[in-house]
């Protein structure tokens, strides 16, 4: 007995925090819990019933407010503190902290267990703060932002530094996103409120521990619970900010490269989209429109009138056919360009420590960079950006914001290069989404950026995973990519697709990557200009299979819109894990090669060359239906599935509704007036529901307004009869029309009678789907009955 005790006063000790720290007093002001230490203070406060924020602050240090991450308030009245002689209790109907008083030690809990609790706490060690924290021996970490470590990222001494790595394949360590949060497969996370540089130890040492360090700034962190992993991502982005909803020509295709030398490239490129009859929605014009040369020029932010002479005639025409305009920016201005005198008059540029522009040498030639936290940096690079899109520019693409070189000497009116080097893209997305909200209300941005920080989704940034080699080793990752930024908030997180590092010619590469790229958030080919990454200068045979590709991305816009909508609302990743439908099955906590694009699509991409099947495992609660052949496969097993040339692995959830229309030019013709409703009838699944959101696809904030329109779709299967109801919820300012559906049933192998509101309705019939016309119509629901 008496080595039990002192087994547990060993542990008690081992898990207890500083030894040094005593507790001495507590007080609660208004909302917050502050306790007094021996070395501190700690200011706890919930933000809601499922996050809970903690500061501490050394002796002789003051509080710091200000965070660049959250924007929500803390909930009032939520809290109660109860004392014992041995510990306090802060809880919330949900998460609680435990404060033991001796030996002292803070332990977070959700719905009566365990997360996490602080180890040592607060120390200096050499030149870095730290705040470190206990883990069990079992829970898998994601997070940290982009890498490729394979999904489980403990075991990791993360740098939280942005960094680009060019021509990346199957291993990076340090990508253009670093972010401070850590999520766990015992489903919570926690976010370092903190913008320095620093690292995220994910136990490197094999010790249960979870650190975080950095150069200065605040000691806060905040837990975040969840019920599950939508319910802990929507509670994250609650926190951090919900990303708005994109254009819908967002979600179309995009003409790019590197790059357009001229505006006759420009038009022969659309032109030739248009003869070819591949959709296009926009064309992206790399740094060519603002100079010949691609050293030496970068800062003039302004068009190359010899090469582009009538911009604003270019964009107006191209407009005409649906096709938007996004251009290149950096925020460096070169010695040599013809910025630079105006840049350096105006003192918008970050200095040295004698006040004078700070000037380096990098790759692009001589250069400052612009000072975005000085106010006047702000309105200056703003400016610019007004007189484009006053042009005709309909969305704006922010390069090297990591940013790409930074050296510590460099001071901004924020603080120091190492200060705000994290937050340098953050806060250039914001310049620009604030800019639009101000002057331009009504238009939602384009804000394509590959470098940003823990909420940088409010800004409606649009990452992409940076300078990716053409290569099968660098396709293999993409899916980690996203599915990990998309748990920490950045659902539109997407690729260059076909590769853009490099001369490397594969037509099969380049084909798989496009099919994987009809089932991730931006569609969007994109490369050096050693081979061509539009599917229009393609070989036929390339260009037909890149075509179906397009067309079937086009078709999609439906749903793929209405994933849109979820992400605006809750935060939900488009493409998700499937530890999200399994999460205590610890074979998916690893699982990056197969997850869902939705609710409702199961995907693996081919990242191999050659290959003729794949194993896959198909999630228990439904059963699935191959997309391309209607094949079945039972829910909770695994199937070796035979490949095929012109589509990867995609399979649909039994009981789905899939909303598709017919192939279109460019969102401009966008219309549901007349669409197709795909249900995928399955016997494991008697009760099924799903939803198509519609708006213009265009204003800001139509939801918030009113303008828009749901069609909610629900399916109940009882004694042989399968009855779906589509009814339209319709916004207080929205015109809604009544519409035509064709019902298409999958897997209907019994069908003989269908009843559309009351009245048998012939059908058509091919194999195992069966196809009847039915309306939908904003004033009464539609009930269809099948026998």
Known sequence: MKKIILFLLISSIALAQNANRKFESYKKNNQILEITTSDGVYFIQPYSDKIIATSFVPNGEKQNPVSHAVVVKPEKGIGKINETTTELQLATKGIKVI??????????????????????????????????????ATEVLYG?????????????????????????ETRSELMNFTMPLVLSSKIYAVHFDNAPIGYLDLDSQKNNTLAYETISGRKTYQVIAGDNWIDLIDNYTNLTGKQPLPARWTLGNFSSRFGYHTEDEVNKTIDKYIKDEIPVDAIILDLYWFGKTVQGTMGNLDWDKDNFPNPTKMMDDLNKKGVKTVVITEPFILTTSSKWKEATDKKVLAVDKEGKPFTYDFYFGNTGIVDIFKPEGKQWFWNIYKTL?????????????????????????????????????????????????????????????????SGSQRFGMIPWSGDVSRSWGGLKPQTEISLQMGMQGMGYMHSDLGGFAGDYFDNELYTRWLQYGVFQPIFRPHAQEDVASEPVFKDIVTKANAKKQVELRYQLLPYNYTLAFENNQKGTPLMRPLFFEEPDNQQLQTTANTYLWGNDFLVQPITDSGKTSATVYFP???????????????GGSFAEVATATDHILVFVRGGAFIPRIKTIQNTTKYSLDTFDLHYFMDEKTPNSEGKLYNDDGLTANAFEKGNYEILNFK???????????????????????????????????????????GVVTPFTKESNTITVSIPVTKDKSTIIQIQ
């Open 715 to 757: 399916a109940n299967s009882k004694d042989k009869v399968t009855t779906i109801t589509v009814a339209t919820q319709v916004g207080k300012t929205y015109s809604s029309k009544d519409k035509k559906a064709n019902l298409v049933l999958h897997n209907a192998t019994t069908t003989t009678q269908i009843k559309v509101n």
């Open 99 to 136: 404060i033991q008083k001796s030996p002292f030690k803070i332990s977070y809990w959700f719905n009566n267990k365990e997360l996490i609790s602080e180890k040592t706490g607060y120390f200096k060690k050499e030149n870095n703060e730290i705040l470190d924290f206990n883990l069990d």
């Open 389 to 453: 899109i006053n042009q005709g520019v309909g969305g704006l693409w922010g390069d090297l914001g990591e940013p790409e070189v930074f050296p510590s000497a460099a001071i901004t009116s924020g603080g120091s290069a190492d200060e705000v080097h994290n937050i340098y893209g953050h806060n250039w997305a914001q310049l620009i989404a604030e800019g639009y909200q101000k002057e331009f209300t009504n238009t939602r941005p384009f804000i394509l950026m590959r470098a940003g920080y």
């Open 144 to 168: 940290g932002g982009a890498r490729v470590l394979g999904m489980n990222r403990r075991g990791n001494r993360l740098q939280l530094y942005n960094r680009a790595h060019y021509g990346y």
């Open 620 to 634: 228990k609660n439904n059963n699935w239906f191959d997309f391309y052949n209607d094949s079945k496969y039972i």
